[in-house]
């Protein structure tokens, strides 16, 4: 079984990552379905359906986080992930730092737009 925070998936389930090679929505299905994957972590979409605010915001600063899928009551309680924008790669559990800098540089670039 592979860890939840090495299987991402974008909130628009076209984006799949599996430790940091971009696969196929049918390559996760046949790996799910074969008993590999159990929890996935999901993650803004990095594709053409994603928001250019988060795109933009997680290339100035060299990473995007993602957030355990966990039925509700354990989602409180899930850790924050941080991933590396270029590979794909799980970074670390996301630290204050990692979360405030990622907030004020969405909310910079969001505000230059308008």
Request: proline share 4%; aromatic share 10%; with cysteine.
């Given at each position: 079984m592979i860890d939840q925070k090495h299987v991402q998936i974008c909130c628009?389930?076209?984006?799949?990552?599996?430790?940091?090679?971009?696969?196929?929505?049918?390559?996760y299905?046949?790996?799910?379905s074969a008993g590999w994957l159990k929890d996935s972590t999901l993650i803004p979409c990095l594709g053409n359906q994603g928001s250019k605010y988060v795109l933009a915001a997680s290339r100035e600063i060299?990473?995007?986080?993602?957030?355990?899928?966990?039925?509700?009551?354990?989602?409180l309680h899930s850790a924050v992930y941080a991933y590396d924008v270029r590979t794909h790669e799980y970074l670390r559990e996301a630290?204050?730092?990692?979360k405030?800098?990622?907030?004020?540089m969405a909310q910079l670039i969001?505000?230059?737009d308008q």
């Open positions: 628009n389930r076209c984006c799949f990552y599996l430790e940091g090679k971009a696969i196929s929505s049918a390559e299905e046949e790996k799910r060299g990473h995007y986080l993602g957030y355990p899928e966990a039925p509700a009551d354990r989602l630290t204050a730092l990692d405030e800098q990622w907030l004020e969001c505000s230059m």
